[in-house]
Nanobody
Framework: QVQLVESGGGLVQAGGSRRLSCASS????????MGWYRQTPGKQRELVAV???????NYADSVKGRFTVYLDNAKSAVSLQMNNLDPEDTGVYYC???????????WGQGTQVTVSS
């Protein structure tokens, strides 16, 4: 099993920046990729950014050019630098890790990001 703990959420004004961090513990050698998803009320959880241990990153179209995902392979920790935030970015952000076994997902407890206009 892998445990994930997020930090860095909060309230930020539109146009501002925020950095989210996620630390992992447990059987972290099983992790092949890490990243972030977000969810807003009434909507499904959606991918924000995921990066593999090899450094290949995938971003949602809505955040390209504004968000950057970083992976510390040694610590199996992932962070998300969010710039030029928009109220549409408001939501609960979940840390994600992918297990080598059938791509089983692990999730953090979520951290709220609220962008005020």
């Amino acid at each position: 099993q892998v445990q994930l703990v997020e930090s860095g959420g909060g309230l930020v004004q539109a146009g501002g920046s925020r950095r989210l961090s996620c630390a992992s513990s447990g059987r972290i050698s099983r992790i092949t990729a890490m990243g972030w998803y977000r969810q807003t009320p009434g909507k499904q959880r959606e991918l924000v950014a995921v990066i593999t241990r090899g450094g290949s990153a995938n971003y949602a179209d809505s955040v390209k050019g504004r968000f950057t995902v970083y992976l510390d392979n040694a610590k199996s920790a992932v962070s998300l630098q969010m710039n030029n935030l928009d109220p549409e970015d408001t939501g609960v952000y979940y840390c994600y890790a992918r297990d080598i076994n059938n791509n089983l997902p692990y999730w953090g407890q979520g951290t709220q990001v609220t962008v005020s206009s």
